[in-house]
């Protein structure tokens, strides 16, 4: 089905949350993270498209320095797109939720709910 980052969940990202973003353009999400989205779908799809329109939507609402980490962040949750557009990535598990985390060495630390079938009111609080 999908994985999570752990630190995502304990900081409130819930399914309900997910589906937002998964069609932020018809949610109730605020402006500037609708913005921040859209960045995050030109960056993935077709980053020499940008628009001036989206830059200036984006330099509206965010500082310098936040432009920067909103790059940095796409750039490094974007990798996993190769083996997606390889067909390489075989899924964990089809229709459950694996959780993970990173150590202090960066190195990826599955949660306790790895491979448990994906019941949102039944997912344990980390």
């Not at 304990?10 to 997910?18: R, S």
């Amino acid at each position: 089905m999908s994985l999570r980052l752990g630190v995502a969940r304990d900081a409130g990202l819930d399914e309900d949350m997910a589906a937002k973003i998964d069609h932020y353009e018809d949610s109730d999400l605020p402006e500037h993270q609708k913005v921040a989205l859209r960045l995050t779908d030109a960056f993935v799809t077709a980053p020499g498209a940008i628009s001036d329109e989206l830059r200036e939507q984006v330099q509206a609402h965010f500082t310098e320095a936040q432009i920067v980490e909103l790059m940095l962040d796409m750039s490094k949750w974007s990798t996993q797109k190769l083996p997606v557009a390889l067909g390489t990535d075989d899924p964990i598990a089809g229709d459950r939720l694996s959780l993970f985390d990173f150590d202090d060495g960066g190195a990826v630390v599955w949660g306790p709910t790895l491979l448990a079938e994906f019941v949102p009111s039944e997912q344990p609080a980390r």
